[in-house]
T-cell receptor, first 114, second 110 residues
Framework: NAGVMQNPRHLVRRRGQEARLRCSPM?????VYWYRQLPEEGLKFMVY????????ESGMPKERFSAEFPKEGPSILRIQQVVRGDSAAYFC????????????FGDGTRLSIL | KQEVTQIPAALSVPEGENLVLNCSFT??????LQWFRQDPGKGLTSLLL?????REQTSGRLNASLDKSSGRSTLYIAASQPGDSATYLC?????????FGTGTSLTVIP
């Protein structure tokens, strides 16, 4: 019974390149959440998605960042034209969407920008 | 805006000691509160989820309490072990959105 799977675990990009982070939710979960953890800071909410819908993207930077959760396949967090400040750990969580159910987290993708 | 604070930021205790980690939040209109542990280079492992109508939850050596009126939660760890060394995060939950504290880094010394 696999948990939340994120890949890659580590990603290195040069400034100006694109970064694609993938997240496969736990079996039976249709709600996905993306968080960013900057060095020495707490986790910050970025975006909340259901299949084919963005529910809440209030934590997502307005430019260069986008997220999707297609009908088939994993959720993708996409960062275009990466900058040094994008270096962080990006975590994905999934849940059933019911309020009394916990979110389960993946092990994260560590993004490093050269 | 919801702000979540965890005190202390770091804590070292000898093995076997009981300890308390604190979490405070500014907006009491929360649905639930969840405690996690994070090991270095890893994701978050859920420890306890307290629903807003509850006052505490227990799992093994862990006990978490919630006092919404004062905006506080505590995580009590009994008989600490070196394997408990990790960063402990609390998150308050409202409308499916999680607000995390910056965590308490715990070191249990053998």
């Amino acid at each position: 019974n696999a948990g939340v799977m994120q890949n890659p675990r580590h990603l290195v990009r040069r400034r100006g390149q694109e970064a694609r982070l993938r997240c496969s939710p736990m079996k039976g979960h249709s709600h996905v959440y993306w968080y960013r953890q900057l060095p020495e800071e707490g986790l910050k909410f970025m975006v909340y998605l259901q299949k084919e819908n963005i529910i809440d993207e209030s934590g997502m930077p307005k430019e260069r960042f986008s997220a999707e959760f297609p009908k088939e396949g994993p959720s993708i967090l996409r960062i275009q034209q990466v900058v040094r400040g994008d270096s962080a750990a990006y975590f994905c969580a999934s849940s059933t969407g019911q309020e009394n159910q916990p979110q389960h987290f993946g092990d994260g993708t560590r993004l490093s920008i050269l | 805006k919801q702000e979540v604070t965890q005190i202390p930021a770091a804590l070292s205790v000898p093995e076997g000691e009981n300890l308390v980690l604190n979490c405070s939040f500014t907006d009491s209109a929360i649905y639930n509160l969840q405690w996690f542990r994070q090991d270095p280079g890893k994701g978050l492992t859920s420890l306890l989820l307290i629903q807003s109508s509850q006052r505490e939850q227990t799992s093994g050596r862990l006990n978490a309490s919630l006092d919404k009126s004062s905006g506080r939660s505590t995580l009590y760890i009994a008989a600490s072990q070196p394997g408990d060394s990790a960063t402990y995060l609390c998150a308050v939950i409202r409308s499916n959105q999680f607000y995390f504290g910056t965590g308490t880094s715990l070191t249990v010394i053998p």
